[in-house]
């Protein structure tokens, strides 16, 4: 119900079935004779080992995201794989209704409620390895929608290289994260590891040598980074920035982060704070590109555009692209043609890799003209891809990039004037 199609397995309990490992899962409630209650009651609901089947699948092929839509005709499942949505084979409704009642258990939420928002988590282990599975679950007008984002417990990218920057970029960075009275600004698209790229940037700067302190809203659940002061409101407890940020002053910090200015009145304060007592400001923008992200703080902000221009050093930003499957990718001879394309010199790379492309089906025979079963690729599972890497542009902030985006805050019109100067996209 659950798998691909592909070839099957050799360890099943029977033809054709395959069998999936056992998902361990840990409710998260102080009384441990509590937890055992719960799994027992999960437990003893017929759909339990569908249950641990989407959980285990989703786990196997490296999902970070598994997406339910219930409709009266049954359950779609859709699974994000290295950031591309894949479809499984659909439940049957009363499988899928059995199945949420179970996650719900788990996530300690209200099985009955089709209708509000529920918000829970649940950690897992499977092989030794452990997640924590975000899940939330909404009525919608066909039925429900449930939305699970899985993320490793222990931090798997623990630096720049790590999410695939090269070294001379890193010294960049830290050369601008070091800096005095500036700000700068990390920027990424949507899904693409943007507070991934936050954290590991944060902990590149210098943070013993100054004083570093953020202002963050508790919603936004961004981990603590040590030397970092942390100072949180709750917008949700009709609590404002600029309270934390009144008293945080006293404190005369020497680096001051937000992970999102909040509003007109803090991005003016801030401002000031750079220009006049000579701090060091860090933000993060949702942007396709660096430039895309000045762009959209001036839009944000118009009474502080040219406030925000002119303390700006730097940008970056960051976008997320598949790493071809280590184990199945084709070399080929790039022509001459493709190397100018990628503006790559004659002569320099004489190896390029591509996918593995299966060959049509009407080559898929012997000499017979019997069909041939293709053996799929172990580690990528026949995707062509596995993982996915960083790949980055710095925009280093100059008079002429400044007076561009005062004169026409376009990418088009600003984006010549960067390349003059050795931007790269």
């Not at 998260?28 to 799994?39: E, F, P, R, T, Y």
């Not at 080992?49 to 409709?71: C, G, H, K, P």
């Not at 794989?81 to 059995?98: F, Q, S």
Request: proline fraction near 6%; charged fraction near 25%.
């Amino acid at each position: 119900m659950l798998g691909r199609n592909k070839k099957k397995k050799n360890n099943s309990s029977s033809a054709g079935v395959e069998v999936l490992p056992q998902v361990e899962f840990k409710p998260k409630v102080a009384d441990k004779q509590a937890v055992q209650g719960i799994l027992i009651a999960c437990r003893g609901i017929e759909q339990y080992e569908a249950t641990n089947a989407l959980i285990a699948r989703a786990l196997l092929i490296r999902a970070d995201q598994v997406m339910l839509d219930f409709s009266q005709q049954g359950v779609a499942i859709r699974l994000r794989v290295d950031g591309l949505w894949e479809g499984l084979a659909p439940m049957d409704r009363p499988t899928g209704d059995g199945v949420l009642v179970i996650l719900k258990k788990l996530c300690s939420l209200n099985p009955a409620d089709r209708r509000s928002r529920q918000v829970g988590k649940l950690p897992v282990a499977m092989k030794g390895n452990d997640w924590i599975i975000d899940f939330t679950s909404q009525g919608i007008p066909t039925a429900e929608r449930v939305l699970m984002r899985i993320e490793p417990k222990k931090q798997v990218l623990n630096n720049l290289t790590d999410l695939g920057m090269r070294e001379k970029m890193q010294q960049q960075l830290r050369d601008l994260l070091n800096a005095e009275q500036a700000m700068f600004v990390f920027s990424g698209v949507g899904g693409h590891a943007l507070p991934t790229m936050w954290r590991v940037g944060l902990e590149s700067a210098d943070r013993f040598v100054r004083d570093f302190h953020s202002v963050e809203d508790v919603s936004l659940g961004d981990p603590e980074l040590i030397n970092i002061g942390r100072h949180t409101f709750d917008s949700a407890a009709g609590e404002t920035p600029a309270t934390v940020l009144k008293s945080l002053l006293l404190k005369q910090p020497d680096v001051l982060i937000f992970p999102d200015l909040f509003s007109p009145e803090i991005a003016q304060q801030i401002c000031g704070e750079v220009l006049e007592e000579k701090r060091y400001a860090i933000t993060r923008v949702v942007a396709g590109s660096s430039i895309e992200a000045l762009i959209k703080l001036m839009a944000t902000y118009p009474a502080s555009a040219k406030s925000l221009v002119k303390i700006c050093s730097g940008v970056i930003n960051l976008r997320l692209v598949r790493r071809l499957c280590p184990d199945c990718r084709q070399a080929f001879q790039p022509t001459p043609q493709l190397l100018q394309k990628l503006g790559l010199p004659a002569g320099r790379v004489h190896t390029l890799y591509q996918p593995y492309i299966p060959p049509p089906p009407e080559q898929r025979v012997d000499a017979q003209g019997k069909p041939l079963e293709i053996e799929i690729c172990k580690r990528c599972d026949g995707r062509g891809y596995y993982g996915r890497v960083g790949i980055f542009e710095l925009l280093k902030m100059n008079d002429d990039i400044r007076q561009a985006l005062l004169k026409n805050p376009a990418v088009s019109s600003v984006l010549p004037v960067a390349r003059k100067s050795g931007f790269l996209t």
